[in-house]
């Protein structure tokens, strides 16, 4: 049995496409390449047990992926995963290029101004089609920062911290 901490979360199922076991998969994933290359996904169904699936194909469509995978063959197997994570081994996405970093790296980073002021935790990342953007969140209060290389200073993945230098007049917004 595979344990949560080595899978990604690489995108969620909406719901069953078509009678012949399609899945439409919302992708938090640079591409659906990513979905290629990793050749095994794992889904957990109604019950909550995980099951792991050979991917077939995967197509864009309409904003979603169509996700093919063997041993689903048609709707009523589909329809168990109505909602599911969509994971992948960490082992499986290979290493990022430099100066990349997989979003489940920078998850719970602390953040601090270049100053040493702390911001909060990345809580998420938006993705936005272009430049994404880190949520840091702290005591109920939330501050949007672009993930530009012009703002991040410095990811220090062993210190679990990130170094940023937001443009003029950004916290000013959050009263920061």
């Known amino acids: 049995m595979v344990s949560r ?15 012949k076991g399609l899945l439409r998969v919302k992708s938090y994933a640079r591409s659906k390449d990513s ?4 050749g095994i996904v794992i889904l957990r169904d109604s019950s909550g047990s995980l099951a792991e699936f050979k991917v077939r194909s995967v197509v864009n469509h309409k904003g979603v992926l169509l996700l ?23 082992e499986a996405l290979g290493r990022p290029q430099e100066d990349e970093y997989f979003w489940y790296q920078l998850l719970g ?10 911001l909060g935790k990345i809580s998420r990342i938006i993705p936005t089609g272009g430049t994404d ?8 209060k939330e501050v949007m920062i672009p993930a530009a290389h012009e703002v991040v200073r ?12 937001p ?10």
Request: charged share 25%; net charge negative.
């Open 133 to 140: 953007v880190f949520v840091i969140s702290q005591g109920g």
């Open 68 to 90: 093919s995978l063997e041993g689903l063959e048609g709707i009523d197997q589909a329809e168990q995963y109505r909602g599911s994570p969509v994971f992948v081994r960490k």
């Open 154 to 165: 410095e990811i220090d993945l062993e210190q679990g911290t990130m170094t940023v230098a």
């Open 109 to 118: 980073l602390k953040v601090f101004l270049e100053s040493g002021y702390y």
């Open 35 to 38: 979905f290629q290359e990793a």
């Open 5 to 19: 901490p080595e899978l990604v979360m690489l995108g969620e199922v909406t719901r069953p496409h078509g009678l």
């Open 167 to 176: 443009p003029e007049g950004l916290l000013e917004l959050y009263e920061v």
